[in-house]
């Protein structure tokens, strides 16, 4: 199961960087807390270390919040 939902998590994260035209990263501590959402250089956080399922709900909610503003 989980290294299902890491897959979903890195297919999610392609569809908001081809959607936003950029390059976000991620990258995983779980011994600092999780999932954390990065530009592509690192240097700046947009979301703070969470659980693989809420940065798969939070990069859902930012993919459907581009499909409706399409």
Same mark, same amino acid.
């Not at 979903?8 to 959607?19: A, G, Q, T």
């Not at 959402?37 to 947009?46: A, D, M, Q, V, Y």
């Not at 809420?54 to 503003?69: H, P, R, V, Y």
């Given at each position: 199961? $989980? /290294?299902?939902? !890491? =897959?979903?998590? &890195? +297919? +999610?994260?392609? /569809? %908001?960087?081809?959607?936003?035209?950029?390059?976000?990263?991620?990258?995983? $501590? *779980?011994?600092?807390?999780?999932?954390?959402?990065?530009? &592509?250089?690192?240097? #700046?956080?947009?979301? #703070? /270390? %969470?659980? =693989? !399922?809420? +940065?798969? *709900?939070?990069?859902? @909610?930012? *993919?459907? $919040?581009?499909? =409706?503003? @399409?």
């Amino acid at each position: 199961m $989980a /290294r299902k939902t !890491r =897959i979903e998590l &890195f +297919m +999610m994260l392609d /569809r %908001v960087n081809k959607n936003l035209n950029t390059k976000l990263n991620l990258n995983n $501590a *779980s011994c600092y807390g999780g999932w954390q959402l990065t530009n &592509f250089e690192g240097n #700046h956080i947009i979301k #703070h /270390r %969470v659980p =693989i !399922r809420e +940065m798969l *709900s939070f990069l859902d @909610g930012m *993919s459907k $919040a581009l499909e =409706i503003k @399409g």
